[in-house]
């Protein structure tokens, strides 16, 4: 059984997010939350309340147990990139390309 929790929209690049989704996958929730809280990151930051959304439907949906709860899976995927254009030299323009993320967590049962 498994529970899922996904934050869409996020304006942070999903390549910030997604060094610290490494350092989480695999791990038990409890171990997980103590890395994100002392992670000085604001990945770190979004992705902790994410996982606490996850470990919260995986105990009150599912009725599973936390302690036996751990990341099966962390991921931020590309969400829609906000284009914006700065003035150059020359009459030129400079692209900006803002980026979002969608930052998900799956956590599961370890049996």
Do not use: W
């Amino acid at each position: 059984m498994e529970a899922r929790a996904i934050a869409k929209y996020v304006r942070i690049s999903p390549r910030k997010v997604h060094f610290i989704c490494d350092e989480i996958r695999g791990k038990q929730v409890d171990e997980a939350l103590s890395i994100l809280m002392f992670t000085p990151k604001k990945g770190a930051r979004i992705l902790e309340k994410v996982l606490r959304s996850a470990i919260a439907n995986a105990e009150n949906n599912f009725n599973l147990d936390r302690e036996d709860l751990y990341v099966y899976k962390a991921f931020a995927n590309d969400g829609p990139r906000m284009k914006r254009y700065r003035p150059k030299a020359k009459g030129m323009a400079y692209p900006i390309i803002k980026r979002s993320s969608h930052i998900g967590v799956v956590v599961k049962e370890r049996e």
